[in-house]
């Protein structure tokens, strides 16, 4: 399949079926709805309530989350296999691939955070940026900034977000790789065997597949930017993002994955 072949599909999936398209989409709303609860109660001045629905909020806000990334599981997955319909919403399924994903995340995440904290520590970064976020959560930026941006510590607060942003675009290369894996096998070690993984991208090839993700990120924050511009819209716009426009990213990235996936396994057969 040609790239525009590939992203003129993917586009046109998450219309195919608009009830599921909208089940998910009214997960998000929800979501989006109790997490607007606490702050009505502070307007209010129930302090002790407040806190009690920021807990709740988070808790739930946490499962949705978890149960929309196993729902994107199930889309590369049936996009792997050939299903031209889009799966519908398992909620125990969902939770649990979630869950998986999460686990898979981490692993691949998990040694560049360390690499990142050691580099810190080492250059002295560590110290300057926790002295520069106390600072500023005590005494405003104005005393923040002066007190620590001086020209000899500049290098040393530069330096750590450059090694932890191209750490985590290498991280995330494999690891969308590995979320693939994952949905095709179903098995967790599929999606942590780095060489296997390593592999798949090779079969695709590095340059045809940094360019697919690249127009794939390009595309999602152009979908993104539609769906602020109508957040804009008083109360209709609020909802139109998140009944529509997010579940569409969603499915959209779903089915993007999986095609770029199946380029490995075609390559191998």
Do not use: C, H
Request: aromatic share 14%.
């Amino acid at each position: 399949m040609k790239t525009i072949e590939l992203f003129k599909d993917s586009l046109s999936y998450p219309s195919k079926d608009v009830d599921k398209l909208l089940t998910l989409g009214v997960l998000f709303f929800f979501d989006a709805i109790i997490s607007l609860l606490p702050s009505l109660t502070t307007a209010l001045g129930y302090g002790l309530l407040t806190q009690i629905l920021y807990f709740i909020s988070n808790i739930i806000g946490i499962f949705i989350v978890l149960i929309a990334v196993g729902y994107l599981i199930s889309i590369i997955k049936g996009t792997i296999d050939g299903n031209v319909d889009i799966p519908s919403i398992r909620i125990i399924k969902n939770l649990s691939d979630g869950i998986k994903v999460f686990i898979i995340s981490i692993a691949y995440y998990l040694i560049p955070a360390i690499v990142v904290l050691i580099v810190a520590y080492l250059i002295g970064a560590y110290s300057i940026i926790s002295q520069i976020f106390a600072s500023f959560f005590y005494f405003g930026i104005e005393a923040s900034i002066p007190s620590y941006f001086m020209v000899e510590n500049i290098p040393n607060i530069v330096i750590i977000p450059i090694i932890a942003t191209i750490l985590l675009i290498i991280s995330t290369l494999f690891l969308v790789i590995a979320i693939a894996r994952f949905a095709d096998s179903g098995n967790i070690k599929d999606g942590l065997n780095f060489k296997l993984v390593f592999s798949d991208i090779v079969k695709i090839s590095w340059g045809k597949y940094i360019l697919l993700l690249l127009i794939l990120f390009f595309i999602l924050l152009f979908i993104l930017f539609v769906g602020f511009i109508i957040s804009i819209i008083p109360f209709l716009g609020m909802i139109i993002l998140f009944l529509v426009i997010l579940p569409f990213m969603t499915i959209f990235y779903g089915r993007s994955i999986g095609l770029i996936y199946k380029k490995s396994k075609i390559r191998n057969t």
